[in-house]
Nanobody
Framework: QLQASGGGLVQTGGSLKLSCVAS????????IAWFRQGPGKTREAISW????????YYADSVKGRFTISRDNAKNTVYLQMNNLEPEDTAVYYC????????????????????WGQGTMVTVSS
């Protein structure tokens, strides 16, 4: 299971830190991703991390503003979001899967076995 938290309401330019806590599976060698779905938009992958070597991916829309990190001892992945924009308003989901093929399939929803419940991020202008 995955439990996402940390969403909220923030003004443009503000910051939030999302957390995704994993339970029930071994965290090592897993890919943990953050997806988001904005109003009227399809769900998109914005970042992933491979817990074995901390390799990461960022979508162009968040590169330079968001940072993904992991704490394997706590089975937790974080998404630090800085300089937030109204376009970042969305429900954010974390997803996880055994990750050795994440570099090839990490942007695809079907790659992920586990999904969190989503946490809402609202950025006001």
């Amino acid at each position: 299971q995955l439990q996402a938290s940390g969403g909220g309401l923030v003004q443009t330019g503000g910051s939030l830190k999302l957390s995704c806590v994993a339970s029930g599976f071994t965290f090592d060698e897993y890919a943990i991703a953050w997806f988001r779905q904005g109003p009227g938009k399809t769900r998109e992958a914005i970042s992933w991390i491979f817990t074995a070597d901390s390799s990461t991916y960022y979508a162009d829309s968040v590169k330079g503003r968001f940072t993904i990190s992991r704490d394997n001892a706590k089975n937790t992945v974080y998404l630090q979001m800085n300089n937030l924009e109204p376009e970042d308003t969305a429900v954010y989901y974390c997803a996880g899967s055994y990750g050795t093929n994440v570099r090839y399939f990490g942007l695809e929803e079907a790659f992920y076995t586990y999904w969190g419940q989503g946490t809402m991020v609202t950025v006001s202008s």
